[in-house]
């Protein structure tokens, strides 16, 4: 299903993946690569203000008068460029600022009948009954000079949440509605050239939200400042395909060149590929080309070469296309684009093939959420939460239910994680299509995306009227890209409606009736697009609903969900479902399940917590998605004082061929270990050690081991890396211990972070019942751990600590190096 490829050409590939090289052969000769005369800038610095959704004066005029809109360059005081922001915040974007706002409970409950958006989002004090926590402005000053009058400058905005004008030297330059699609906006009829000063106004306004989970508040991903010549390629302006048999690879460039002059323009056009290990090959030296004035063409070029570096989730080898305008003799505008080689299918008998190789979707679906900053995730924390999966053994990634951020999709395709892009509203007006193009010409360039989903459970999803919208959109797609299928992701009425106009098919939850949907549709590949959805509370194994605690067997789940053991093994059996997307790999703010009433302000369906901790599960799932590495797990803690002498519940999870249980240097029992399930102890409390050993060949292979803590001693300070550019952050992690260095499963002593050369920006603990402040230096331990997310400072060392009352303390020095070039 990709490129129109058979399934001999898919099957093939695999034969050439055997023999790749270690570097590309040259398609013509070397070239060196000119300076870029495009300038481009992030800005991250801003200063913010809450304005006011219901208050003129609060909210700095806007809609004095009629005044924003009446005027052009007259909007509200606010968006001035002479405006004295001083007094205002100053912040880093990606910034969320919901996730510093207090908790707060609905002033007028909701009735029955009706969910409450509060709880869905987390509690947090912003919506309609909070008008002024629900409005922010953003400025920024962006530095233009008299030479650079005649270019074009535009804004790229990766995500704003929500609805924002964006205001330039007082003008509304451009608006955009949707809290998720990336969008631009041409900025420089307005801008002064002579010297006075240029700003940059954003308002924010988050009253309403798109999503039944917590979605967060301003601008909370990347913004790009782009300065180039009147002949240029615009923004996604260039579109890389590629096709991949066992006799080559062929790969199709497609550059948009946009002349807004009001002359006709010519130039040359040079393309020159980039390959994994730095070679520079020329494919077209200087093509010439001529667009009239005002328009945009798309030139297309096409290359062939017979042994490609593909990319896959071992070696995810990363290829770049660099398309140069060159005019009078030098390069008047560069642009690149970044693609991998490879083949991808969906295959109704396989499942799915990468490289003509059927590989397992173990995947697992995630919101933009995260301890401490909310949505405002930086960069090395999106690669830190990759990494948390990855090493559990997942290899997909469904972004749900919104597309996400580039910095994740770039994370991705250097670090071999494949990717389900999903579009947030499933409409087919002229706003949705809008933002579903803007999604797909930003991420069709990325070889870690695999499937375009339409949706998630929609009320018109078996529905005639709902194939008709999804058709549509499914056109849409084919249109920008017809290298990869679309899918919708269904909880019911699967042969008819939207299951009927999509590729390939998912399952949200009912995985129980894939056999008998696929011996109905044969021809169509199918894949849980949503499973299991286990709840459970990290480090706790006693159910107590006073306090909104779930215990951590695979066990608990809602009414329409099943256990890990139960999905998992259907899928695994069968080779015709591609694989399956846990939900979720993260806990995540809102929609708190299974307890929805204050102070629950997460759900508990992660296999990781909210901060990355893993729960059980993680273990259960990384026996089984990683069987070549021998694992038993043991459950619970071992620290149950008064409870001597009465059965414990322990559990193991593993992926080895036996398991003994050893307590205190005594053998409880061997047993053989079924494959993909677990064992189960009932083990007369005594303090001590409680050992699981696994077997294979009768050759001990793995172990587990709990021990009863002592009290409370110490605080162990980790960092997940001990190298960050300037501006980056560090991922610090601390757990409690007692004397002799064991963790106490159940320490909650106050824990205060510190930094020199830095500083903490949001902390958190996992626990999902919590409602102490992300954006803080302190926060007390859950179950024994706790998180804090460090900024670092200027190039030079970094000094994190943690320390708490009574306690020793421990601390870890790490290096910022100076920032490059972060495009």
Known sequence: MEDGFTRR?????????????????????????????????????????????????????FGRDQRTFAKAGNATEGAMPKFDDSGWAEVIVPHDWAVALPFAQPKTPPPKDRSDSMAAHGFKAIGREFPENSVGWYRTPIAVTAAE????????????????????????????????????????????????????????????????????????????????????????????????????????????????????AEAGLRLTLIGPRGSFTTIEDALPISIPAGERQTIERRTRFPIPMLWSLETPDLYTVRAELIGDRQVIDSAEARFGLRTATFDPECGFLLNGKPVKLLGTCNHQDHAGVGTGIPDTLHRWRIKQL???????????????????LDACDETGMLMIVEQRYNSSDPESLSQLERIIRRDRNHP????????????????????????????????????????????????????????????????????????????????????????????????????????????????????????????????????????????????????????????????????GFPKDNYYYYRACWRPDQPLVHLLPHWNWAGREGRPIEVWTLGNTEEVELVLNGRSLERQAMPRNRHLEWRVPYAPGRLEAIGYNGGRRVAQDVRQTSGPAHAVRLTLAQRLATSGDVLIANA????????????????????????????????????????VASERHAFNGLAQAIVRVGAAGLVDVSVASEGLGGSSIRAVAAASGDRR
């Not at 990634?397 to 919104?402: D, G, I, K, V």
């Not at 375009?452 to 920008?480: D, F, M, Y």
Request: some cysteine.
């Open 9 to 61: 050409e898919m099957i093939g590939a695999s034969a050439l993946a055997m023999s790749l090289a270690s570097t590309s052969p040259a398609i013509a000769r070397t070239t060196v690569l000119s300076p870029n005369p495009r300038r481009r800038q992030r800005l991250e610095q801003w200063r913010f203000h809450f304005g006011h959704a219901a208050d003129i004066d609060k909210d700095f005029g």
């Open 149 to 264: 009058k005649g270019r074009r400058f535009w804004l790229e905005f990766d995500g704003v949440f929500r609805d924002c004008i964006v205001f330039v030297n007082g003008y509304a330059a451009g608006r955009n509605e949707s809290g998720y699609a990336p969008f631009s906006v041409l900025i420089d009829d307005f801008l002064d050239y002579e010297g006075g000063p240029n700003v940059i106004a954003v308002r924010v306004d988050a009253t309403l939200g798109e999503g039944w989970f917590y979605e967060g508040a301003g601008i909370y991903r990347h913004v790009e400042l782009v300065s180039a010549d009147p002949m240029h390629i615009p923004h996604w302006g260039i579109v890389v395909t590629s096709k991949v048999t066992a006799k080559g690879a062929e790969i199709r460039v497609g550059i948009d060149v946009a002349n807004t002059t009001d002359a006709p």
């Open 390 to 408: 990855q090493q559990m053994g997942s290899n997909a990634w469904r972004s749900a239910h919104n597309p996400p951020a580039t910095a994740l």
């Open 448 to 611: 870690s995306v695999i499937l375009w989903s339409l949706g998630n459970e929609e009320p018109h999803q078996a529905t005639e009227r709902g194939a008709r919208i999804n058709a549509e959109l499914a056109r849409h797609v084919k249109k920008l890209d017809p290298t990869r299928p679309t899918t919708f992701a269904m909880d019911q009425g699967w042969d008819t409606g939207i299951g009927r106009v999509v590729d390939v098919l998912g399952f949200n939850y009912r995985t129980n009736q894939i056999e008998a949907y696929h011996g109905r549709r044969p021809e169509q590949p199918v894949y849980g697009s949503e499973t299991g959805s286990t709840v459970s509370t990290r480090g706790e194994y006693e159910t107590d609903p006073a306090r909104h605690i779930v215990r951590a067997y695979d066990t608990e789940h809602p009414w329409w969900a099943t256990t890990a053991e139960e999905w998992w093994t259907i899928v695994a059996e069968r080779p015709y479902i591609a694989g399956g997307f846990v939900w979720t790999g993260f806990d995540y703010r809102g929609e708190p399940t299974p307890y929805a009433e204050f102070p629950s302000i997460s759900s508990q369906f992660g296999i990781l917590d909210t901060c």
């Open 735 to 774: 757990q409690v211990v007692d004397r002799r260095g064991r963790p106490v499963p159940t320490a909650s002593n106050l824990l205060k972070f510190a930094v020199q050369g830095g500083q903490v920006i949001g902390v958190g603990n996992g626990n999902p019942n919590s409602i102490e402040a992300d």
